[in-house]
């Protein structure tokens, strides 16, 4: 595996603020985006990703819902599901996202900002902002998206009582083909499984 990409790792180093302003905003949405972290890059080394690759996934995963920054407090922070007008507010998060992380004109902006952008595309293209499906998709969108699923999942929100492992591993290879990869979920099932991330829950 090559080592990460020096231009990214100033990058990540640069956008941590943004991860601290998350923070300040809504604790359980940085909490979550440093354990999408930690599962997408168990995943992009167990895939082989480049140093360049590894470094454009640090960033886009640990920052995926930076957007949320500008979602209204009345909605993000609701504590019943939202109805379909506040879920199309929440689903701009991706492009919001985007276009937080571009403004930051660092090199390497540019790449992990598509990343961000395309974090809930699904693969069999009926996902959102743009629909893409398959390889369309980038290799650190969809490595994100798994990841991201998995712990949304295991981890009790306001509206949703939380899974344990067995029925989140179920979800998930039920969206399997349509959600999400299906070699990305084969390397998936197997690291989760002694992943320090997976859910204590029984």
Sequence with gaps: MESEDPIFTALYTYTKALSVALGYRDLLTRLHSERVLGLSGEIGVRFGLSGKELGILKIAASLH???????????????????????????????????????????????????IRHHHEYYNGQGYPDGLSGEEISICSRIISIADSYDAMAVTRSYQNVKNHVEVMAILHQETGKKHDPELMLIFSEIIESSEFKATRI
């Design 65 to 115: 819902d930076i957007g949320k920054i500008g979602i209204p407090d009345h909605i993000l922070l609701k504590t019943s599901q939202p109805d379909e007008a506040e879920w199309e507010k929440i689903k701009l998060h991706c492009e919001m996202g985007q276009g937080i992380m571009a403004a930051t004109d660092i090199e390497g902006a540019q790449q992990a900002s598509l990343v």
